[in-house]
């Protein structure tokens, strides 16, 4: 086994062939050296904490329940197009209620209104990828905001061109034909990237299918019910020792279930 010196290059020989000098460095006194230059920069205000945590036990973000009624950040017309394409991508049928009667809308609405609506905790800086590779994430200067409002007004502007009314206006038909022009890319938006515009209504109406309904969506839990997921339920004991048998309780939010305030 190598020796912590060698493994760190300080024997390391050189391209003549001779050792290095020492030079004394060693982990300690890096630390040491590094932790001295962090208390003495000009700037940097340093405290002394002893006998008293530095932060408040249990401190979090709390969620606010959604209240639901009205739009923050969509117009009556935006909202309008937004509750028809989400009701195509998850229409209601004989498994039940589809995304317009989970209250999806609603849960796009509210999180464009927050930090995620301006991606107030990404670093939003540049430069972009044109093409970029999967692992590299996020690569437009756009936020969510952005993308609903530009894109919105881009497909209005074409089925306004194409088929003389809005997309709300649509036959049911027409609206799936469209959607699928505009995951594949093959309909072209007015200054507007098609992909860009279906993928943040996909992925969002998805989250706000099966998000906890504290959000705005997955309204009398209908995306768990639909999936048999039991949601935030404190307690399995009684269930996980009978494996394979159907779990029959219903399913649980962040706020607990109606039934639990009734007398």
């Given at each position: 086994m190598e020796?912590?010196?060698?493994?760190?290059?300080?024997?390391?020989?050189?391209?003549?062939?001779?050792?290095?000098a020492r030079h004394g460095v060693t982990r300690r006194g890096l630390l040491l050296a590094t932790a001295a230059l962090l208390v003495t920069t000009s700037g940097v205000n340093a405290r002394v904490v002893t006998k008293v945590l530095?932060?408040?036990?249990?401190?979090?973000?709390p969620v606010a329940p959604v209240v639901p009624g009205g739009y923050l950040f969509f117009?009556?017309?935006?909202?309008?197009?937004?509750?028809?394409?989400?009701d195509r991508l998850i229409p209601a049928d004989d498994l039940g209620p589809g995304a317009k009667e989970a209250g999806v809308t609603t849960f796009i609405d509210r999180q464009l209104t927050g930090p995620y609506g301006g991606h107030d905790w990404l670093y939003m800086a540049g430069p972009f990828s044109e093409n970029p590779l999967p692992s590299q994430g996020l690569q437009s200067e756009l936020t969510p905001r952005q993308q609903y409002r530009m894109g919105i007004a881009a497909l209005e502007a074409y089925c306004k061109a194409?088929?003389?009314?809005?997309?709300?206006e649509l036959a049911a038909a027409d609206q799936d034909k469209l959607i699928a022009g505009l995951e594949k890319g093959a309909v072209q938006l007015p200054n507007f990237s098609?992909?860009?515009?279906?993928?943040?209504?996909?992925?969002n109406a998805i989250e706000g299918f099966f998000a906890d309904p504290i959000y705005?969506?997955?309204?009398?839990?209908i995306g768990w019910k639909l999936v048999g997921f039991p949601g935030v339920r404190y307690d399995f004991r009684d269930v996980i020792d009978r494996p394979n048998q159907a779990y029959t309780l219903p399913p649980v939010s962040l706020q607990g279930r109606p039934a639990w305030g009734e007398r």
């Amino acid at each position: 086994m190598e020796s912590a010196d060698r493994r760190y290059g300080r024997t390391s020989r050189r391209p003549d062939g001779a050792s290095p000098a020492r030079h004394g460095v060693t982990r300690r006194g890096l630390l040491l050296a590094t932790a001295a230059l962090l208390v003495t920069t000009s700037g940097v205000n340093a405290r002394v904490v002893t006998k008293v945590l530095p932060w408040k036990p249990n401190d979090a973000y709390p969620v606010a329940p959604v209240v639901p009624g009205g739009y923050l950040f969509f117009t009556a017309s935006e909202a309008a197009v937004v509750e028809a394409f989400v009701d195509r991508l998850i229409p209601a049928d004989d498994l039940g209620p589809g995304a317009k009667e989970a209250g999806v809308t609603t849960f796009i609405d509210r999180q464009l209104t927050g930090p995620y609506g301006g991606h107030d905790w990404l670093y939003m800086a540049g430069p972009f990828s044109e093409n970029p590779l999967p692992s590299q994430g996020l690569q437009s200067e756009l936020t969510p905001r952005q993308q609903y409002r530009m894109g919105i007004a881009a497909l209005e502007a074409y089925c306004k061109a194409t088929f003389n009314r809005g997309f709300a206006e649509l036959a049911a038909a027409d609206q799936d034909k469209l959607i699928a022009g505009l995951e594949k890319g093959a309909v072209q938006l007015p200054n507007f990237s098609s992909k860009t515009l279906f993928t943040a209504i996909y992925n969002n109406a998805i989250e706000g299918f099966f998000a906890d309904p504290i959000y705005g969506g997955n309204r009398d839990m209908i995306g768990w019910k639909l999936v048999g997921f039991p949601g935030v339920r404190y307690d399995f004991r009684d269930v996980i020792d009978r494996p394979n048998q159907a779990y029959t309780l219903p399913p649980v939010s962040l706020q607990g279930r109606p039934a639990w305030g009734e007398r």
